[in-house]
C-alpha cells in the first residue's frame, strides 16, 4: 500500500505540489492533469527522483527514504521522454535494466523474454534503439518498466507522441497486466485511462481535486457525458481564470 | 531572414558561450600587454618605434635613408668611443695597446663624436646599446627596401641566365617554367615605388599566433552549439517541417556561422590591429606593401591598408573554412566524441601532410595548401612563388586563395545535402549503412554485472576502443619517426660517461686527471703559439696551421666540464657514483616539467572518459537509473573504476613508449646506483637507488593522472553538457601544460605532475598525501553527484 501525506513541492518560489494526500492499494490508478499540473513532479517524487519539500510518502507503512534499495526493488518506472540508449540493443538495454533492478542471475534471461512477449517486440529485440520507431521505444520502455515484476509500477505519459493505433496497442498492454499489484498511469489524455483505471487521481495546479471511482467523476461533473466531459468540466473553466 | 536572427540569437544567448568569449578575448588583451615579457624578444620598447614612426612621418625615401643613418652612425660611433674607453681601463697592456690602435683607425668619428659621448642622448631607447641594436635593425630594414629595385634586377638576371644555361638540358621543364614565370611577375614589379615604412607595426598586426589558437576555440564552440546542442537537446523534431523550410534553416545556419565568423575576426583581430596601432604607431598607410622590408618580395600591388584588409579577409576565409568543417562534422555524426576524434584525426593528417611534403619536392602544393600552413596568413603573400602538383604550375597566391574557396563550396554544399538528409531519414535509404548498423558484435552475450555494462558503454557505445586504437598509432608513428641519433657533444659524452660508469676508483681518476692534463697542456701550446705569432717569429697562416691540433682537443672541453663537474661532486659525495644522466634527467622532467607525451595523454583522456559520465543525462536514462537497486552508488563506483582502468592503459602505452624512446636513445644504465648519482638529486637520501626514484616518481605520477581523470569526470558531471565539459577540462588541464611549453617556465601549475620538484625543496613531497586526499574528495563528489 502506498501512502502519499501532505506533499509538498515547488521550484523556486512556485508551489508545484500543494499538499498532496492519498492512499493507493492494489489496482490502476489514472493520474489526470493538463501540462504543468504537476504529475511529473509527484511521480519524479515517488520514484525517489526528486525530494518532497516536506510531508511523507510510506510503503506499507514504512518511509521510502528510509527504505531505500528494498523500495527500489519492488519499484518500475516508465519516465516521461524517451530516455533510452541508441547505441543499445533492444535486448541489451533490457538486459542492462535488469542488471541494475538486481534480478537474479539465472531469471534474467527468462524475464527479458517475458516481458519482450509482452509488449510484441520479439522480431525487433535485437535491433539497435537507434532504429526503433516511436511506438516501439515507447513499448521498450514500457517492458523495462514491468521486467522483475515489480510491486509499484509507474508510466508517465505512456502514450505521448504516438499514433492512434499505437496508442490503443499501448493501452491494451497496459490493461493486460496483472492487477496484483499497483499501477500509476499519468496522463492528459483522458481514453488512456478510460474504462481501465479502477480509480482516477484528478490533478489541477498541484492540488489532488479527486480521488475516486470514473463513474463517480461522471455523476458529479457530467451527469449525461462521459470522462472526457469531465476533464473538460473540471479544466476548461480553469484555463479561464 | 528571421531564422538568421533567431540562430545567432541563440549563440548570444547562450551564457557559457559569451563566458568563454569575453575570457578569451581577455586573455587576448593581456597577452598583447604582456607578449614582450613572455617571449622577450629584445629591450626596445613600443615606444622607440612609435618614436622613430613619427619622426620619418612625410619624408621621402632618400630622406628617410639619410636620417636613419645619421642616427646609426652616431649611435655606433659613439659606442665605438666607449669600447676604447673601455678597454683602455684594461689591466692587460695588449688591450689597451688594441684600444689605441682603435682609436687611430676611427680617428675622424673618435673626434667628431668625442664632445657627444660624454653625454649623449639616447633619444629612442634610453641607453647606448639597446639604441645600437634598435637602430640596426631599423638599418637592416631600410637597405633591404631601398635596394628593392637592385634585387629585382638580381632575381631577372639570375633567372635569365639559368634559362640560357637549361637550353641545352631542358629535361626538367617544369622548374624553366616556374623560374621564366616567376622573372615575368618580378619583371612587371619593377615600376612599383618603394618608400620606406617601419615594418614592425604590420609584422605584429599580422603575426600573432595566439590569436589565431584564440579564435579557433572560439570557432570551434560555437559551430558546435549551431548542431550539436540541437541535436542532444532532440530538437530537431520541431525543427522538421517542410523541405523548403529546412533548407531555409540551414542556409540560415551557415549564414549566421558566416557572419559570426566574421565578427569574431573583428573583434580578435581588430582588437590586435588598434592595440598595435596605438601603441607602434603607423607611417604611411599609402605606401606600397613592399615599402615593408618584410615584403619586398611580395609581388601584390596593394598599398599597406590594402594589405591589412586583404590579411584579414583571408584570415575570415580560412576561419570560415574551418568552422564549415566543423559544421559539418558535426552534422554528420553523432556524439561529440566522434567529431572531436575526426577533428583529431583530420588535423593530424594535415600536420603530417605539413611536415612530409618537402618545400621543393613535385607536389610542393600540399606543403602549403593544408589547415597547418594555411594558418600562417602571411605566408600566402610575403613571397611570390609558383607551387607545383607534378606538371602544373600556379602562382602561390592565387591558388591557395581559389583552393580555400572551393573547399568552403564543397563543405557548403555538403553540408545542406547531409542536413537534409538527417531530416528525411525516416526511411533509411543506404541499406549497407544499415546492414552496418545492424552489426552486432554481441548477439548472443548477456551481461550479468553492471561492471560489464559500463564497460561496453565505454568501449563500443562512446567508441572508445576505437580511441584507444587510434592512440595506439599515433604513438606508434611518433616513436616511428622519432630520431635516435645523438648529437656529436652527446655521443662524446655518453662515450666518456660508459668508460667511467660506476663508482669513483683510482684508475677512473686517472683518466679524468690525464684528460684535464691534456688540455691544460694543449691551452699552454695554444697561447705560446699566440705569442709567437704576436712577435711576428709565426705569420698568422703558419700559426693558424700549428694551433689546429690544439684547437681540436680543446673542442670538447666544454662538454668535459660536466664530467669534471661530477668528478668533483663525486668526491665530495662518497655514495654517488658515475652514471649517464641525459637520458635519466629526461624521464625525470628535470630541465622541462612538461613533455609533449603529457600533452597526447590528456587530450585523449579527456576525449575519451568524458561522455561516459554524462550519457545517462543526455539521453535521459538516468530516471530509469535512479529508480534501480544498483542505479546509483554501484553504477558510479563501476564507472569510476572502469574509467580508472581504461585510463590506466593508455598511462601505460605513453609511459612505456617513452621510457623505451629514451632507453633506446640514450639507456638508462646504473638503475641500481644511489639516487644521488644524479647531482640535481643530490638532497634525496643516498640510500635510495635510482630504481626506487623511478618507481615513486611514476606510482606519484599515476596517483596524479587519476586526479586528472576524477577531475574530467567532476567537470562533466559538473556542466552536464559535453561541449562545456571538454572546453573546460581542456582550459584547465592542458593550458598549464602549453604555457610551461611555449614559456619553460620552471614553477609547474601542474606540479604534482613532476614529483622531481623534489630536487629543490623535500618538502615536495608533500604533495603525495595531498593529491591522495584530494582523489579521495573528487571521487566522494562524483560519487555523490551521480547519487
Ligand atoms: N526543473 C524545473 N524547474 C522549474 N520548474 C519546473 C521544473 N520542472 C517542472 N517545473 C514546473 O512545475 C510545474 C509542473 O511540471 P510537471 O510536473 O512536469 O507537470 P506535468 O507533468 O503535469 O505536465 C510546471 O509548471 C513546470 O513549469
Ligand atoms: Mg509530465
Known amino acids: 500500500m502506498l501512502e502519499i501525506k501532505d506533499l509538498n513541492r515547488s521550484y523556486g518560489n512556485k508551489l508545484v505540489l500543494k499538499n498532496i494526500n492519498c492512499k493507493l492499494t492494489n489496482g490502476v490508478y489514472g493520474l489526470l492533469g493538463p501540462n504543468g499540473a504537476g504529475k511529473s513532479t509527484l511521480m519524479n517524487i515517488i520514484t525517489t527522483n526528486l ?115 499505437e496508442r490503443i496497442r499501448v493501452k491494451n498492454l497496459l490493461g493486460s497486466l496483472a492487477k496484483d499489484k499497483i499501477i500509476i498511469i499519468a496522463t492528459h489524455i483522458v481514453p488512456d485511462i478510460e474504462n481501465m483505471a479502477k480509480n482516477i487521481l484528478v490533478l489541477k495546479n498541484g492540488v489532488l481535486l479527486e480521488e475516486t471511482s470514473s463513474d463517480k467523476l461522471i455523476q458529479k461533473y457530467a451527469p449525461n457525458g462521459n470522462l472526457e466531459d469531465v476533464y473538460m468540466s473540471i479544466f476548461s473553466n480553469g484555463e479561464d481564470l | 531572414m528571421k531564422i538568421i536572427k533567431y540562430e545567432l540569437l541563440k549563440i548570444v544567448t547562450n551564457k557559457l558561450f559569451i563566458f568563454i568569449f569575453l575570457v578569451l578575448w581577455f586573455i587576448n588583451f593581456i ?182 589558437f584564440f579564435v579557433l576555440i572560439i570557432i570551434f564552440i560555437f559551430s558546435m552549439i549551431l548542431t550539436l546542442e540541437e541535436k542532444e537537446k532532440n530538437l530537431l523534431i520541431i525543427i522538421k517541417s517542410t523541405k523548403n523550410g529546412q533548407f531555409t534553416t540551414i542556409v540560415s545556419k551557415i549564414v549566421a556561422l558566416f557572419i559570426s565568423t566574421c565578427l569574431i575576426c573583428i573583434l580578435f583581430y581588430g582588437m590586435n590591429f588598434l592595440y598595435y596601432y596605438i601603441t607602434l604607431g603607423c607611417g604611411d598607410f599609402f605606401a ?191 616513436f616511428k619517426n622519432q630520431n635516435f641519433n645523438l648529437s656529436y657533444n652527446e655521443d662524446f659524452y655518453k662515450n666518456y660517461m660508459d668508460v667511467l660508469s660506476g663508482h669513483l676508483d683510482k684508475e677512473k681518476e686517472e683518466i679524468i686527471e690525464n684528460t684535464l692534463n691534456e688540455y691544460d697542456k694543449a691551452s699552454k701550446q695554444l697561447s705560446e703559439i699566440q705569442e709567437k705569432v704576436k712577435s711576428g717569429e709565426l705569420s698568422n697562416i703558419e700559426g693558424m696551421i700549428v694551433s689546429q691540433p690544439y684547437e681540436d682537443v680543446l673542442a670538447t672541453r666544454s662538454i668535459f666540464e660536466k664530467i669534471e663537474y661530477k668528478y668533483n661532486y663525486i668526491k665530495e659525495n662518497p655514495n654517488a657514483s658515475f652514471v649517464y644522466d641525459t637520458g635519466y634527467n629526461k624521464l625525470f622532467r628535470v630541465y622541462k616539467s612538461v613533455d609533449f607525451y603529457d600533452i597526447y595523454l590528456i587530450i585523449f583522456t579527456v576525449i575519451s572518459i568524458l561522455a561516459l559520465f554524462i550519457m545517462e543525462y543526455r539521453t535521459g536514462v538516468i530516471q530509469i537509473l535512479n529508480t534501480a ?34 632507453y633506446k636513445m640514450y639507456g638508462l644504465p646504473n638503475m641500481d646506483m644511489s639516487v644521488i648519482s644524479l647531482e640535481v638529486f643530490s638532497n634525496l637520501p643516498s640510500n635510495m637507488s635510482i630504481l626506487t626514484y623511478l618507481i615513486v616518481f611514476y606510482i606519484v605520477r599515476y596517483i596524479s593522472y587519476i586526479l586528472i581523470i576524477l577531475l574530467v569526470e567532476y567537470i562533466s558531471l559538473k556542466f552536464k553538457n559535453m561541449i562545456f565539459a571538454f572546453i573546460v577540462s581542456i582550459f584547465i588541464l592542458l593550458i598549464p601544460f602549453v604555457m610551461n611549453i611555449i614559456n619553460n617556465f620552471q614553477v609547474n601549475l601542474f606540479p604534482f605532475f613532476n614529483i622531481s620538484l623534489v630536487r629543490y625543496n623535500l618538502a615536495y613531497f608533500i604533495l603525495v598525501p595531498i593529491i591522495v586526499i584530494i582523489n579521495v574528495f573528487l571521487y566522494n563528489s562524483v560519487v555523490k553527484k551521480l547519487e
Open chain 2, 288 to 478: 606600397t606593401v613592399q615599402s615593408l622590408s618584410m615584403f619586398t618580395l611580395s609581388t601584390i600591388k596593394v598599398n599597406i591598408l590594402e594589405y591589412l584588409l586583404m590579411f584579414f579577409m583571408s584570415k575570415c576565409l580560412y576561419i570560415f573554412l574551418l568552422s564549415l568543417l566543423i559544421f559539418y562534422l558535426s552534422i554528420k555524426f553523432n556524439s561529440i566524441s566522434e567529431v572531436l576524434l575526426i577533428l583529431f584525426i583530420i588535423i593530424l593528417i594535415n600536420f603530417i601532410v605539413y611536415k612530409g611534403v618537402d618545400v621543393t619536392s613535385n607536389i610542393n602544393l600540399f606543403h602549403s595548401f593544408n589547415l597547418i600552413g594555411l594558418i600562417n596568413t602571411n605566408e600566402i603573400f610575403r613571397i611570390y612563388d609558383n607551387l607545383r602538383f607534378y606538371n602544373m604550375i600556379v602562382s602561390k597566391t592565387s591558388i591557395l586563395l581559389f583552393l580555400q574557396v572551393v573547399l568552403i563550396f564543397i563543405f557548403i554544399i555538403l553540408s545542406i545535402f547531409k542536413y537534409l538528409k538527417n531530416m528525411n531519414n525516416d526511411l533509411r535509404v543506404n541499406k549497407i549503412i544499415l546492414k552496418l548498423k545492424e552489426f552486432k558484435l554481441f548477439k548472443n552475450i548477456r551481461f550479468n554485472s553492471v561492471f560489464s555494462f559500463e564497460v561496453y558503454k565505454l568501449l563500443f557505445v562512446n567508441k572508445s576502443l576505437m580511441i584507444i586504437i587510434i592512440f595506439i598509432l599515433f604513438v606508434s608513428y611518433n
Open chain 2, 31 to 212: 597577452f598583447l600587454n604582456y607578449h614582450n615579457y613572455l617571449v622577450p624578444e629584445n629591450d626596445i620598447s613600443h615606444k622607440a618605434y612609435k618614436l622613430l614612426v613619427s619622426d620619418l612621418k612625410g619624408k621621402n625615401n632618400l630622406d628617410k635613408g639619410i636620417f636613419i643613418n645619421d642616427l646609426y652612425q652616431r649611435a655606433k660611433a659613439i659606442n665605438i668611443i666607449y669600447n676604447i674607453q673601455n678597454y683602455r681601463k684594461s689591466d692587460n697592456p695588449l688591450m689597451r695597446e688594441y684600444a689605441d690602435a682603435l682609436r687611430d683607425e676611427n680617428k675622424e668619428i673618435y673626434n667628431m663624436y668625442y664632445e657627444e659621448s660624454k653625454n649623449p642622448i639616447w633619444k629612442y631607447t634610453g641607453n647606448s646599446d639597446t639604441e645600437l641594436v634598435f637602430l640596426e635593425i631599423i638599418k637592416t630594414e631600410y637597405d633591404i627596401v631601398n635596394n628593392y629595385h637592385k634585387s629585382l634586377n638580381n632575381i631577372l638576371d639570375e633567372s635569365k641566365t639559368i634559362e640560357n644555361v637549361s637550353i641545352f638540358n631542358s629535361n626538367d621543364n617544369v622548374s624553366l617554367k616556374s623560374i621564366s614565370k616567376t622573372s615575368d611577375v618580378y619583371r612587371s614589379m619593377l615600376n612599383t615605388e618603394v618608400n620606406y615604412e617601419v615594418g614592425k607595426t604590420v609584422e605584429k598586426i599580422t603575426s600573432l599566433n595566439i590569436t589565431d
Open chain 1, 51 to 165: 525530494k518532497a519539500d516536506s510531508g511523507s510518502i510510506l510503503w506499507n507503512g514504512c518511509e521510502i527514504e528510509n527504505l531505500g534499495n528494498s523500495f527500489r526493488e519492488i519499484l518500475g518506472y516508465m519516465p516521461q521522454g524517451q530516455g533510452l540508449y541508441n547505441g543499445f540493443t533492444g535486448y541489451m538495454f533490457l538486459n542492462y535494466i535488469a542488471v541494475l533492478k538486481s534480478v537474479p542471475k539465472a531469471d534474467i534471461k527468462s524475464e527479458i523474454e517475458r516481458v519482450t512477449k509482452s509488449v510484441n517486440l520479439m522480431d525487433s529485440i535485437n535491433k539497435k534503439i537507434g532504429t526503433y520507431s516511436g511506438g516501439m521505444k515507447q513499448r521498450i520502455l514500457i517492458a523495462s518498466a514491468i521486467i522483475g515484476n515489480p510491486k509499484l509500477i509507474i508510466f508517465d505519459e505512456p502514450t505521448a507522441g504516438l499514433d492512434p493505433k
Open chain 2, 629 to 662: 537497486k544498483n542505479g546509483r552508488v554501484k553504477t558510479a563506483n563501476k564507472k569510476v573504476l572502469v574509467t580508472v582502468i581504461f585510463c590506466t592503459f593508455l598511462f601505460i602505452i605513453s609511459t612505456v613508449t617513452e621510457v623505451i624512446g629514451i
